[in-house]
């Protein structure tokens, strides 16, 4: 009977430097092009949108890490941003990140294919790939989309093991994201989710080609319940969610006026904790619902 040879050692990209954090300023001609009567977040409007999401948290009772981001105003609105909340599937997030940056760097093909191998197996939470046989191989490009399209925990377990977690740590640490404890005991904070998102959504951090494609790769996932589910029809929303226990989350990108470019995009991370997934996805909702009328203008157009 053929037996599958299954390799016991795939290549790993070398370990990138540590770079110093940096924040990246509000483009000026872009806050140039804003002003109080157009969509996006002044700095008067900021004080509303906390109270509203305060009002939101008050009505389901729980721990609440939050932060919105306007990139065209350089605006936030946040909410215990700076807390340690369990990251569950958001871990994923930095494992796309290092593979693409490590691709954009020459170091792996994307094209390259991965092998399951038995310890790969994840036989739990969500994901498809544990109920292919041992020896099943795609390539990098498609296990990345498993990663985050279905959050594939073989998939993770596959990557986690082929990038190797002192990369994925030092990649998360050369952002920036240095409150965030990955693997175990796999938590991070809502300004350290916020950073990963931003390398994400950078073209000159990867290449607008690779950016694009981890952003497509965030769009249109199995989980579309929470962020995007309240938003008008055809929002586009990149995103990434997590539930473990009683913390659940979603993180992304959510494209204004059906545009697809990154730069018309707000940032929003919601993380909740100590309650139940009903409560929590009932919040999210709410709170992204309550975002996007700020950040599209429609609270002007109803006033």
């Known amino acids: 009977m053929a ?33 109080e009567d157009e ?50 599937s958001l871990n994923k997030l930095p494992v796309l990140l290092a593979l693409y940056r490590s ?3 020459g170091e792996v093909d994307l094209d390259d294919e991965i092998t399951m191998q038995a310890s790969d197996v994840q036989a739990y939470g969500t994901g498809v790939l544990y109920t292919r046989p041992v020896g099943y191989t795609l390539t990098l490009r498609e296990c990345a989309r498993l990663l985050i399209k279905e959050s594939d925990n073989t998939a993770w377990k596959m990557l986690d093991r082929y990038l190797g977690r002192d990369y994925i740590r030092a990649e998360l640490y050369r952002v920036g994201a240095r409150s965030t404890e990955y693997w175990i005991p796999n938590t991070t904070t809502p300004n350290d989710v916020l950073l990963i998102l931003k ?19 965030m769009t249109n996932t199995s989980f579309e319940d929470r962020l995007p589910q309240p938003l008008p029809e055809g929002t586009r929303v990149s995103h990434k969610i997590g539930s473990y226990g009683t913390t659940f989350s979603d993180a992304g990108l959510v494209f204004l006026a059906g545009s697809r470019d990154a730069k018309d995009a707000y940032f929003i991370v919601l993380m909740v904790s100590g309650t139940d997934e009903f409560t929590a996805r009932a919040a999210i909702r709410e709170m992204s619902l309550a975002t996007h009328r700020s950040l599209s203008g429609e609270h002007k157009s109803d006033s």
């Open 3 to 35: 037996r599958v040879t299954v390799p016991t050692v795939e290549p790993r990209p070398e370990l990138p430097a540590a770079e110093p954090r940096s924040e990246r300023r509000p483009d000026s001609q872009a806050n140039a092009r804003r002003n």
């Open 39 to 88: 969509a996006g977040l002044s700095r008067k409007e900021t004080a509303p949108l906390r109270s509203e999401l305060g009002r939101i948290a008050k009505v389901y009772p729980a721990r609440y890490g939050v932060l919105v981001l306007d990139p065209s105003t350089g605006e936030t609105v946040a909410m215990d941003a700076d807390e340690t909340f369990l990251a569950a």
């Open 103 to 105: 691709a954009a760097r």
């Open 199 to 217: 390398k994400i959504s950078d073209p000159s951090y990867t290449t607008p080609f690779l950016s694009a494609e981890m952003l497509d790769v």
